[in-house]
């Protein structure tokens, strides 16, 4: 399928929450899952005729903060605006070079001028740029790389705004960062030549170009202080400094793939007092490998351990890792082997000091789902309304299990996120659940891209953002790689395919 066919299928498929449960309860009766059904009566299994019922609640939505920390925004619906704000940190883009293919220059120009007068009212610096029209021939990789590398060691060149259609082009795109160095940014030709282009749309485009120079959008507050003895204190904030937050995704190869396709476990990381995703990174592995060893581990932690204390001239004393790819059978796997490796790279990286470590599991394939009372639905409403309201939990299957919905849902019924603290035991937390909690509900505001929460920690949605990365950089560039021993193969990949590019490129 294309994409705008997997596009309507994905729409199709979806079920608004009342639409949902009728198809559950006539599944029910189709299956014959009720007690009159002679299997179920001899197993001695009684089937409830209701969804089962449970207490819910909702979080509060954190303060978003941008440069001017006196006009918080304020989340309504989970949703806010990047009007009259500055970024946090504004990036610095010395020489702009913005490629085109499929846009006349003439149609160019006023939405390039929009971009950046919008870009300085952030407070971004774009100090010169200059346009390149490229022919359809011109969409080659080794085109690309060339002429990005020219503009680069003849103008200055530190940023690439490519107007260009399609994955393809996208990925070629992302493969010259490997040896210019250079970071990109790909926009639709539709996009550009949209007649209604305003604020909202330049504003997404910024909101990626900036993190992708080295700035940062926007950071988090609680909204309301924690009472602390006498005093209100932002237990948010009081925790970061002296923490490092971590994501690891792993993404393996689709059934029929190559017998040599590895898995990939991207990763990301913060290195500043306020929580913002700094840098990131990809490490290939074993095919469908699930659990990490030393060997992969050592990447991840060696580079965030040097970029932390480079930044703040010490140590993380906590580090909070967010884990994805588990399966319920995986976990003790992981806590016996995966976070002990963890604590071992985190003390080489850190000259044998060794870090408060907390581990989450991250769950999304699950079949989960969290309704509002039947009776509260109101059918004519669209999937936001109908859907419970973003920050909703309930307790899991175990007292360290919370099922969350920290989204808003566009469309269909909401996909909560399963959170397990798997590490260290309940002895040796000194971190509450309800800490944790909301603190990891608060890092689904943090994207940093868009103007609302994602369904999972920052970190992570980075993370796995990096996985595919490396996933698109293997399929491109695996057949240039020397004949290798599997694990030598990996590590050369490694090696050879992280962009060395010292921001969050990716974004």
């Known amino acids: 399928m294309n994409g705008e066919q997997e596009k309507k299928m994905i729409a199709n498929a979806q079920r608004l929450p009342l639409e949902l449960l009728q198809e559950i309860k006539l599944q029910k009766q189709q299956a014959s899952i009720h007690d009159h059904d002679s299997y179920i009566k001899s197993a001695g299994v009684r089937v409830s005729e209701e969804m089962n019922s449970v207490n819910a609640e909702v979080l509060n939505a954190p303060l978003i903060i941008y440069k001017n920390e ?47 007068d919008q870009a300085r009212r952030l407070g971004m610096t774009i100090r010169n740029h200059d346009f390149l029209a490229l022919r359809n021939d011109q969409l080659t990789f080794e085109f690309l790389e060339k002429t990005i590398t020219q503009y680069r060691d003849s103008y200055g060149v530190d940023f690439v705004l490519a107007i260009g259609t399609g994955s393809d082009f996208h990925n070629i795109l992302k493969a010259t960062e490997v040896s210019t160095k250079i970071a990109t940014q790909q926009v639709e030709p539709g996009t550009i030549k949209n007649p209604k282009l305003g604020g909202v749309t330049i504003g997404n485009i910024l909101q990626k170009m900036n993190p992708k120079n080295g700035g940062y959008n926007q950071y988090f507050q609680q909204a309301v202080p924690s009472q602390i003895n006498s005093d209100r204190i932002d237990v948010f904030q009081s925790f970061l400094q002296t923490t490092m937050v971590m994501g690891f995704y792993m993404s393996h190869p689709s059934p029929g793939s ?8 991207g990763y990301s990381f913060s290195i500043n007092k ?16 699930s659990i990490l060893s030393e060997v992969e581990l050592r990447k991840p932690f060696e580079d965030a351990t040097k970029l932390y204390y480079q930044e703040n001239n010490s140590y993380p004393q906590r580090v909070l890792v967010y884990r994805f790819g588990t399966s319920d059978g995986e976990i003790s796997k992981i806590q016996g082997d995966e976070c002990p490796q963890m604590l071992e790279c985190l003390a080489a990286g850190m000259n044998g000091q060794i870090p408060q470590l907390t581990v989450i599991a991250v769950r999304r394939q699950h079949n989960t789902r969290i309704f ?45 996120t399963i959170f397990s603290t798997i590490f260290p035991g309940p002895e040796e937390n000194d971190l509450t659940q309800n800490f944790l909690k909301n603190i990891t509900h608060a890092f689904c505001y943090m994207h940093e891209i868009v ?49 060395l590019i010292e921001t969050r490129y990716w974004a």
């Open 70 to 116: 006196n006009m918080p925004k304020q989340v309504c619906d989970a949703v806010w605006d990047i009007k009259d704000v500055e970024f946090v940190k504004p990036a610095i883009i010395n020489a702009l070079l913005i490629i085109y293919n499929g846009v006349p220059h003439g149609v160019l120009l006023l939405p390039v001028k929009k971009i950046l």
């Open 274 to 289: 306020r929580g913002n995703v700094a840098r990131g990174g990809f490490v290939f592995t074993k095919p469908r490998q």
């Open 451 to 499: 103007n609302s929460p994602i369904s999972v920690p920052h970190t992570l949605r980075s993370a796995e953002q990096m996985a595919n990365r490396g996933t698109k950089l293997w399929h491109s560039k695996s057949h240039e790689f020397p004949p290798l021993a599997p694990e030598e193969l990996y590590a050369h990949a490694t090696n050879a395919l992280n962009p």
């Open 372 to 416: 509002k009372q039947k009776n509260s639905i109101n059918p004519r409403d669209r999937a936001p309304a109908q859907n419970v309201t973003p920050g909703s939990c309930v307790a899991g299957a175990n007292p360290f299990d919370v099922v969350m919905v920290p989204h808003r849902a566009l469309q269909g019924t909401a996909k909560p």
């Open 258 to 265: 190559n017998e040599e396709q590895p898995s990939v476990c």
